[in-house]
T-cell receptor, first 112, second 115 residues
Framework: AQSVTQLGSHVSVSEGALVLLRCNYS??????LFWYVQYPNQGLQLLLK??????LVKGINGFEAEFKKSETSFHLTKPSAHMSDAAEYFC??????????FGKGTRLSVIA | DTGVSQDPRHKITKRGQNVTFRCDPI?????LYWYRQTLGQGPEFLTY????????KSRLLSDRFSAERPKGSFSTLEIQRTEQGDSAMYLC?????????????FGEGSRLTVL
């Protein structure tokens, strides 16, 4: 069975500071990994995805994530936080025909 | 706009009533998913369809829940005899099987409040 663990249900950073949201996965087969963002009262929007090509994946809004097989991790980073980045972020995994499995999410707050 | 649309966006009902949600996927997508999201949790898989066939159901989908996709286009999720524990955001997503990486495209959700 696949699973995702997001470390830290809430992360708070200052505007302009580095954003680091942690995600570890468990999968018995090579996974596809995703980061989604959810703004209040909205659906989920794809930020980026890992598809077994490049291990460093760039997404929208300046976010990127690095797939590290040895650490079973797929952490999300952004060099400089902006107020508009405040949202809930979800890491998700699937392989083959299995449904997408989500982590519990990390709420990002950005302090001016 | 040709994204995933859900209706209604908000539904308040009394315990014991039946409710139905509708999802219209992206037109060329053959897979349609239903997820449930409660406060402070990530989306939890309920069921999915490929065309009109319901291929998998989660154990979260009790016998009070039924989902259909009669013509392989839109889908409905019905909850009978609602309970307060059914209060959640119900998310619909669609994808194109066999193409790409299985990325799901989500609608904005239908929020259910059971009083």
């Amino acid at each position: 069975a696949q699973s995702v663990t997001q470390l830290g249900s809430h992360v708070s950073v200052s505007e302009g500071a580095l954003v680091l949201l942690r995600c570890n996965y468990s999968s018995s087969v090579p996974p596809y990994l995703f980061w989604y963002v959810q703004y209040p009262n909205q659906g989920l929007q794809l930020l980026l995805k890992y598809t077994s090509a490049a291990t460093l994946v760039k997404g929208i809004n300046g976010f990127e994530a690095e797939f590290k097989k040895s650490e079973t991790s797929f952490h999300l980073t952004k060099p400089s936080a902006h107020m508009s980045d405040a949202a809930e972020y979800f890491c998700a995994v699937h392989s083959g025909n299995t449904p997408l499995v989500f982590g519990k999410g990390t709420r990002l707050s950005v302090i001016a | 706009d040709t994204g995933v649309s859900q209706d209604p966006r908000h539904k308040i009902t009394k315990r014991g009533q039946n409710v139905t949600f509708r999802c219209d996927p992206i037109s060329e997508h053959n897979r349609l998913y239903w997820y449930r999201q409660t406060l402070g949790q990530g989306p939890e898989f309920l069921t999915y369809f490929q065309n009109e066939a319901q291929l998998e159901k989660s154990r979260l989908l009790s016998d009070r829940f039924s989902a259909e996709r009669p013509k392989g286009s839109f889908s409905t999720l019905e909850i009978q005899r609602t309970e307060q524990g059914d209060s959640a955001m119900y998310l619909c997503a669609s994808s194109l099987a066999g193409r790409g990486t299985g990325e799901l495209f989500f609608g904005e959700g239908s929020r259910l409040t059971v009083l």
